[in-house]
């Protein structure tokens, strides 16, 4: 038989037939629990999330379909199995009609049984992972960035990123805001043994405090204003795959040990809900605290800091990777722009305190405002005041190339009785041009 095994819940009130139902079922390796009564096996369900529930038609004080549809109340995920000794075609059609994977008649042989029974955890793993798309694509965003990088502290990363992708332990990812911690998780998920299932982001920075229990762990429904519904947390969704949990040092403390049981043993239990669940989930967390600065003033959980922390990957700030900065803006001018020599300077002389992601949205800017030439008209205003050539030249002596320069400028200025777009024409030069030589001579109005 395929090597597969699931947890199953029994529900037959014929104790031999049960009994030898379970022994078959533990002896290839499924974890089964039994029960007699219909009552018994709804309040199982309420406690615990069964893979499959097999369940006989015909149980005393409960028919069928009323088992059915309380059992579909607490385990909507649950794939059913009916058994009968009637073999009623109207009791097959109308279990059917409400979602029984499958239909069996007594006597059957128990290999009939479980091979339905791995065709019902196939059904229920490709609706988990419908499930699971579904919510990444509604939270997917395009990526239009790549990790760059030919510095030392960036060869050290990827080095890191290289080796402990393949492994299934946590990593934390140390960093400021905009450095691209995100870039690293993508990274080592895309080389992992879970590459096939697609990585699950969640910001807790991004939640309110109130709402990121429900977000990670899910909810049932009516278990707090709102939820109309119940729905699956975030480690639910990235079962089987890698939960990146960006600022995670913005962790409610209360929170953090429902998040430890989870490293340590995958179980977990949804908002409002006693059901136990299990799921099997890498976790790669983020932060642009030093986490373990804010164990040390009691912000964050100790135990929790080093569940996390079996490798750690420090992202250097942008100014710290100089050699690196021309490469990027090389990379995200593209083919379609040339950058002059002056708004160059400007771009690799600043300090970028807002790391890639700032010289990104400085780099767009800079694309819609140009025309042929992204120049420093272009960047924003902080990027003006930089040390070049040109800030010793606004006093130059007399005579000099600068100053010729200058009073040539004045010269058609005041031919042109101050007309910014007609001296401009009469230089050859963009009318922005002209207010970039004009700032650069110290010359106003």
């Given amino acids: 038989m395929n090597n597969e095994t699931f947890d199953i819940l029994f529900i037959d009130d014929d104790p031999d037939f049960a009994a030898g139902c379970v022994r078959w ?15 018994d096996g709804i309040g199982l369900c309420e406690k615990q999330d069964f893979d499959i529930a097999v369940l006989d038609w015909n149980l005393p004080g409960l028919d069928g379909l009323e088992l059915l549809q309380r059992m579909r109340d607490h385990s909507p995920d649950t794939e059913v ?10 009791n097959a059609v109308e279990s059917m009609r409400r979602g029984v994977f499958d239909f069996l008649s007594k006597p059957f042989p128990m290999g009939e049984l479980e091979r339905r029974c791995l065709g019902a955890l196939q059904r229920r793993k490709l609706r988990k992972e419908n499930t699971q798309l579904r919510e990444v694509i509604g939270r997917t965003k395009s990526r239009s960035v790549e990790m760059i990088g030919e510095s030392a502290k960036m060869r050290q990363v990827f080095r890191l990123i290289e080796k402990v ?34 990585i699950v982001t969640v910001n807790c920075a991004a939640l309110p405090e109130q709402l990121v229990e429900s977000e990670l762990f899910g909810h049932e429904k009516g278990s707090f204003t709102g939820a109309t519904a119940a729905k699956p947390g975030l480690f639910e969704v990235a079962d089987g795959s890698t939960l990146f949990i960006d600022e ?54 100790e135990d929790l800091y080093y569940r996390i922390n079996v490798l750690t990957i420090d992202l250097p700030p942008l100014r710290e990777r100089g050699e690196d900065i021309q490469l990027l803006v090389k990379h995200f001018i593209g083919e379609q722009h040339e950058i002059d020599e002056e708004a160059h300077a400007a771009l690799l ?30 960047l924003p205003e902080e990027l003006h005041h930089y040390s070049s ?57």
């Fill in 165 to 198: 992708a393949p492994t299934d332990n946590p990593v934390l990812i140390e960093g400021e805001s905009g450095t691209g911690k995100e870039l690293v998780a993508q990274a080592i998920h895309q080389n992992s043994l879970r590459a096939k299932q697609p």
């Fill in 25 to 39: 079922f533990q002896k290839n390796g499924h974890k089964v629990t039994h029960t007699t009564s219909g009552q």
């Fill in 389 to 445: 050539p040109a800030d010793s030249d606004i006093d130059q002596p007399q005579g000099s190339l600068i100053a010729l320069q200058r009073d040539h400028i004045l010269e058609v200025l005041n031919r042109e009785k101050g007309n910014k777009s007609a001296a401009a024409r009469a230089l050859g030069v963009e009318r922005r041009k002209l207010y970039r030589l004009m700032k650069q001579h110290g010359i106003e109005g």
């Fill in 349 to 378: 002389a600043h300090s970028w305190p807002g790391n890639i992601r700032q010289l990104i949205n400085t780099i767009k800017r800079a694309k819609i405002l140009a025309d042929d030439e992204i120049t420093l008209d272009d």
């Fill in 248 to 301: 995670i040092g913005e962790m409610p403390l209360a929170l953090q040990p429902k998040l430890l049981r989870v490293l340590e043993d995958g179980s977990l239990r949804r908002v409002g809900s006693e059901k136990e669940r299990r799921v099997d989930v890498r976790i790669v967390a983020a932060t642009n605290r030093h986490l373990k600065t804010e164990v040390d003033e009691g912000r964050f959980r």
């Fill in 81 to 90: 199995i009916v058994l009968t000794g009637e073999g009623s075609i109207e």
